[in-house]
């Protein structure tokens, strides 16, 4: 127990420490875009006495360590600042196109990673045999093809060619959820093809590994049935480096819905991160860029509490994952 408390305090500190570079290095990177926001919310046209009444008001005068210290606070408060474009709070605007991603989210995770966890675990089992064939160069093309093109074969598959499906979505960012399920399929599709595929070869490649190990063999040598020497023995193992890999393309979905969300003119984070860097709305911005480290720190912690659940050894060694 205390080897998992040693564990759960060092990645969490760790995890603390990479969300404040984060917030760093997201605050500089989008202060230093090109441009000035204050003339780009006046327009070219502004007189430079507008333009300079407009930074001290927007707080653009001060120095840049009291800007950052501002926004990390607010931040920390749920408040990220008031949009340039909507001069709406930038906290309840992105939580509702949140919300609506959140719904692709939850479909793609669920049929990527219970279908690629299925489909890999097939093609370890069935080494060099046909199911491994298949599933493998189906695999190999989803690792190759951008989802923007998978998005657009879907498209003329579903929407053009067997009108099933609608290829764009109508509704702004407050529509409901019964509105907005029927255009979720394609792009959660989109996205679960692409996420699939990493998955699978992963999964494919430990149980292969597994299923070679020297205790996987003296459970079959004991006379084990085949079914119970994979549920009971090959897979927790085999689940472990594949854990990493199921985080980091969740993760993945923060940036990979974008394209997908502007393919289908989706209401979603994708789709206002995209807007927002068009107008230069840079509390926005900010605001998605951080949500999206957020997102990618929680899941790298998940699997890792997630590898120390399914290998014991972990624990014996005060929390140290090798």
């Known amino acids: 127990m205390s080897g998992m408390l040693t564990f759960l305090v060092r990645r969490v500190v760790a995890a603390l420490g990479t969300l404040l570079l984060s917030s760093v290095l997201v605050f500089l990177a989008v202060q230093a875009l090109p441009g000035d926001v204050a003339t780009q919310v006046l327009g070219r046209d502004a007189t430079p006495d507008a333009v300079a009444a407009l930074r001290k008001q927007m707080g653009l005068d001060q120095p840049a360590w009291e800007r950052y210290a501002e ?23 992105v939580a509702q196109h949140l919300g609506n991603s959140a719904l692709i989210a939850v479909v793609t995770v669920l049929f990527a990673v219970t279908g690629s966890l299925v489909l890999g675990i097939l093609a370890g089992l069935y080494r060099d045999r046909w199911p491994d064939h298949l599933i493998s160069t189906v695999s190999l093309i989803g690792m190759s093809v951008p989802e923007f093109v998978v998005a657009t074969v879907l498209v ?30 394609l792009p959660a599709a989109s996205l679960a093809i692409v996420m699939a595929a990493y998955i699978v070869r992963m999964a494919r490649t ?4 597994v299923m070679a190990s020297e205790y996987v063999t003296t459970a079959r040598l004991k006379g084990l049935s085949t079914w119970r020497v994979v549920t009971r023995h090959a897979l927790p ?6 854990l990493h890999v199921i985080a980091l393309n969740v993760a993945w979905l923060v940036g990979g819905v974008a394209v997908v969300e502007n393919v289908f003119n989706y209401p979603g984070i994708g789709k206002l991160l995209l807007t927002s860097v068009q107008n230069r709305d840079l509390p926005v911005i900010q605001a998605i860029a951080l949500i999206s480290a957020v997102v990618y720190v929680v899941c790298n912690l998940a699997a890792d509490i997630g590898s120390m659940a399914l290998n014991p050894r972990l624990r014996t060694r005060g929390g ?3």
């Open 237 to 242: 193992s085999a689940l472990l480096p594949t």
């Open 71 to 93: 926004w990390i606070k607010g931040a920390l408060h749920g408040d990220f600042g008031t949009s340039l474009v909507t001069a709406k709070p930038v906290g309840g605007e």
């Open 156 to 185: 003329l598959a579903f929407s053009v060619t067997v009108p099933v499906l609608p290829a764009v979505v109508l509704y702004g960012p407050g529509a409901g959820v019964g509105q907005l399920l029927p255009a979720v399929w």
């Open 320 to 322: 140290r994952i090798r």
């Open 206 to 209: 430990s149980v292969i590994d």
